[in-house]
């Protein structure tokens, strides 16, 4: 059975930091890329951090480059999003998803809310 588990989630003032974790079960994981994504109330779910099969390579949106930083430990089946310097507009539901090739699979996400 394939799970994928996040955890790390919750309420932290306005440059604060998170670190959110995946758990992986039911699959190899360290075939897979991995990614972290978040979505908004009334907004489209969007991609915020990549991380290749082996950790090789990461990729970040814009607006989190230089705030967080992905990675994984695949002794571990793991990943991680380290959240530094959180600002308001990072609240949002934060959901792992790992894939290769054409097989997707999601978590159920973590909430993070960044106020004051």
């Known amino acids: 059975q394939v799970q994928l588990v996040e955890s790390g989630g919750g309420l932290v003032q306005p440059g604060g930091s998170l670190r959110l974790s995946c758990v992986a079960s039911?699959?190899?994981?360290?075939?897979?890329?991995m990614t972290w994504h978040r979505q908004s109330p009334g907004k489209e779910r969007e991609l915020v951090a990549a991380?290749?099969?082996?950790?090789?390579?990461?990729n970040y949106v814009d607006s989190v480059k230089g705030r967080f930083t992905i990675s994984r430990d695949d002794a571990k089946n793991t990943v991680y999003l380290q959240m530094n310097n959180l600002k308001p507009e990072d609240t949002a539901v934060y959901y792992c998803n790992a894939r290769y090739f054409v097989t997707n699979y999601w978590g159920k996400g973590t909430l993070v809310t960044v106020s004051s």
């Open positions: 991380i290749t099969g082996g950790g090789s390579s990461t």
């Open positions: 039911g699959f190899t994981f360290s075939n897979y890329a």
